[in-house]
């Protein structure tokens, strides 16, 4: 018996019967020899971790435009935070934490530069269908290792598409909607939870608002720092969820769900849809929309620019331009938009030779 073989077998036997054993997995689309160390989940989380995608998730904004200060969050520090919340609320579950995990690196690799703000761009330059969401599957199954994809398991890949809630309940009504595994719901929630608490703590930090305006019924019931909130959160949701009739029910308690409810609703109008953040959406509107038009002029520049992103999906797939000049956009970094901006509108510095 290998390794994997053996662990997959302690999974089984401590797991709960809401939680998908490595060893049930449904598979990957290209079928693949299983290592002898590593269980499928725990291959698809490396497999994250090593990838471009990733990488570039720490020069990519989570709420403030390209951060000079070092301690505000980016997306990379999110996803980090969600993996945690959701390890944590999966350990004390019995669910799988290898999937759990995995699903949390993976969720944002389709993120825009600059946030919600350019997936908000691309909503309107490219397609009103965007999210980014779909673009994170579009970046595991295509754009990553040259075009190869990263063939991670179907559990991994249905908890990336199904992550995202907007402003949308927090656990859909419509089965459809949801996770086809129990991990890829408790991310769901993490990423609730760690958004609206490092967030909140980014925004007091940077001024944008004040403690004193945050709302009383939520500093009291959640708490007042970053800590005393997640702390919160998680146990409530642990201590709330209950097994009925064959189904786990994630969900925190009234309480604590209006709270939070009320929290997300405080940093919307007050954060969210600030005049500093919206000031910053102009601005890089401007930044990726020029760039978008830019490119789908310039073939030879945008099969270069994908080619030093090492991505996949050239013109030779039968890829439409605007699709792939969509994956270009999408895969920048904060600075290497502005940088590339810079570079190709803003006029060079002339020095005159002097004889």
């Given at each position: ?248 029910g994630l969900r925190p308690s009234d309480r604590v769900r209006d709270a939070m409810l009320e929290l997300r609703k405080f940093m919307y109008q007050n ?37 030093d992103l090492q991505m996949g999906g050239s013109n030779r797939d039968g890829v439409a331009r605007e699709r792939r000049v969509c994956d270009f956009i ?26």
């Open positions: 018996m290998s390794i994997r073989e053996e662990f997959e077998k302690r999974e089984r036997s401590f797991m709960s019967q809401f939680a998908c054993p490595s060893s049930r997995s449904r598979g990957r689309k290209v079928a693949e020899k299983p290592c002898v160390v590593r269980t499928a989940f725990q291959v698809d989380r490396d497999r994250i971790v090593y990838c471009n995608a990733f990488r570039r998730l720490k020069h990519k904004t989570q709420v403030f435009l390209a951060p000079l200060i070092d301690d505000y969050r980016t997306r990379l520090t999110h996803t980090l935070e969600v993996s945690q919340m959701a390890r944590a609320i999966a350990r004390a579950l019995y669910l799988n934490e290898d999937l759990t995990e995995a699903i949390a690196l993976g969720h944002d690799l389709g993120h825009t530069p600059f946030g919600h703000s350019g997936e908000t761009v691309l909503k309107e330059i490219y397609s009103p269908d965007f999210t980014h969401s779909e673009q994170s599957i579009r970046v595991v199954e295509v754009l990553e290792n040259g075009g190869l994809g990263l063939n991670l398991t179907h559990e991994v890949l249905d908890g990336i598409l199904k992550h995202s809630k907007g402003y949308g309940k927090v656990l859909p009504e419509d089965p459809e909607e949801l996770a086809c595994t129990y991990e890829g719901r408790v991310v769901r929630i993490a990423d609730f939870m760690a958004y609206l608490n490092h967030d909140l703590d980014d925004a007091i930090r940077s001024g944008v608002i004040r403690e004193e305006q945050v709302p009383e019924s939520c500093s009291r019931l959640l708490g007042k720092t970053h800590s005393e909130r997640a702390a919160t959160m998680m146990k409530d949701l642990i201590s709330s969820s209950r097994a009925e009739d064959g189904v786990l954060v969210y849809r600030s005049p500093r953040v919206e000031q910053d959406f102009e601005k890089s509107k401007k930044i990726l929309s020029e760039l978008y038009a830019h490119f789908l002029k310039n073939e030879s520049m945008l099969s270069q620019g994908m080619a999408a895969s920048m970094t904060d600075r290497y938009a502005m940088n590339l901006y810079a570079n190709l509108f803003f006029p060079s510095p002339f020095s005159q030779k002097v004889t």
